[in-house]
């Protein structure tokens, strides 16, 4: 079983931030929090990884609570293109990932 | 610098039979993931190899599923004989090593329908 939780779905307006929640409350110390997405009729595709600092990339920004107990992916200025189902991975050691749902994300114009 | 490259990207069985998918992973690439993605759920990893030794086998069912990386570059992954419910994507993933801070590269899928 997964062990985060994410919204089902979400809405957001093009141009606009979109703010993708993961709840991973039972994340141990050396577990890192990664961020992929899936583009309809594609493979998933890496967005960012953190373990407890903030992280930035040319794609996203990824908050991580100070307790780690939970995380939030941004997509500063959403396009059409960003419409995908975005899952939120806990893990160690990039082995053995667990997708779960994933939120469907929709953009709209 | 070229993706992951797998084939074919449909397949139409009838259950009871066997049916093969490859996979190319990026060159250079020591690791390589096969997944299973039923229609509305995340991707369940079935197989992980390094390089061409059997790293996590552990959601495989081993009675009707085999994967093999010979050579430690392709890798083929088999259902004999297949059911109903194998009906879904195959994805193959690569990355350059097995670390916290090597993504995940994936190819576009093979869709298996068992009717």
């Known amino acids: 079983d997964a062990k985060t939780t994410q919204p089902p779905s979400m809405d957001c307006a093009e141009g606009r931030a979109a703010n993708l929640p993961c709840n991973h409350s039972?994340?141990?110390?050396?577990?890192?929090v990664y961020w992929y997405r899936q583009i309809h009729s594609q493979g998933p595709q890496y967005i960012i990884h953190?373990?407890?600092n903030n992280e930035t990339n040319e794609m996203a920004s990824l908050i991580i609570t100070e307790d780690r107990k939970s995380s939030t992916l941004i997509l500063p200025h959403a396009t059409l293109r960003d419409t995908a189902v975005y899952y939120c991975i806990v893990n160690n050691y990039g082995q053995n990932f667990v997708f779960g749902p994933g939120t469907r994300l929709s953009v709209l114009p | 610098e070229a993706g992951v490259a797998q084939s074919p990207r449909y397949k139409i069985i009838e259950k009871r039979q066997s049916v093969a998918f490859w996979c190319n992973p990026i060159?250079?690439?020591?690791?390589l993931y096969w997944y299973q993605q039923i229609l509305g759920q995340g991707p369940k990893l079935l197989i992980q190899?390094?390089?061409?030794?059997?790293?996590?086998d552990s959601q495989l069912p081993k009675d009707r599923f085999s994967a093999e990386r010979l050579k430690g570059v392709d890798s083929t992954l088999k259902i004999q004989p297949a059911k109903l419910e194998d009906s879904a994507v195959y994805l193959c993933a690569s990355s350059l090593v097995l670390a916290v801070s090597s993504e995940q590269f994936f190819g576009p899928g093979t869709r298996l329908t068992v009717l």
């Open positions: 039972t994340i141990s110390g050396n577990e890192y």
């Open positions: 060159s250079g690439h020591a690791t």
């Open positions: 953190g373990l407890k």
């Open positions: 190899f390094q390089n061409n030794g059997v790293v996590d």
